[in-house]
């Protein structure tokens, strides 16, 4: 086993399967020695596993559930990197994660709901998984997502 797969089997992660594009575009591609991710959703089977906006009233997305999402997002994200590097082993940095909240309009708590990403990204690389980020509040997100994310990572 390599590295990384030594420390989510540690951590008792299991990567899912690169998540299909829901229109034209691929999930992650290689720019010399960056790798940029396409937005990533909380895809678990296929199926998002809540839609709507993050917030703190009646009928919205409870903020903890918000930050496991993103932690998905993050997962989903390491997929569509292995599957064009092909191994995690090779990230030498997690560069830059963008998160983007889907958020009612008095919900402020996106840098929160991040950490969900960030966390598990240091989980996984240690000091290789301290980035660069941005928590970005939205109107609304691909498919009523109340989440998605981004990554850079470089690699070697």
């Known amino acids: 086993m390599s590295q990384i797969e030594d420390r989510l089997?540690?951590?008792g992660i299991e990567l899912p399967s690169v998540v299909p594009p829901v229109?034209?575009?691929v999930p992650a591609v290689v720019c010399g020695s960056l790798v940029f991710t396409s937005g990533q959703l909380p895809m678990v089977s296929g199926a998002l596993p809540a839609t709507g906006k993050v917030g703190d009233g009646h009928g919205?997305?409870?903020a903890a559930d918000a930050h496991d999402y993103a932690r998905q997002c993050a997962l989903n994200a390491l997929a569509a990197i292995q599957a064009v590097i092909g191994s995690?082993?090779?990230v030498t940095q997690v560069v830059k994660v963008t998160g983007f909240v889907a958020s009612d309009p008095s919900f402020t708590g996106q840098p929160g709901v991040v950490n969900g990403a960030s966390q598990v990204l240091g989980d996984i690389f240690g000091d290789r998984g301290v980035h660069a980020r941005s928590a970005v509040g939205v109107a609304v997100l691909p498919l009523?997502?109340?989440v998605e994310l981004e990554l850079i990572v470089s690699f070697a």
């Open 9 to 11: 089997a540690e951590l």
């Open 23 to 25: 229109a034209t575009y």
């Open 60 to 62: 919205l997305v409870p």
């Open 88 to 90: 995690l082993d090779r």
């Open 144 to 146: 009523d997502s109340p």
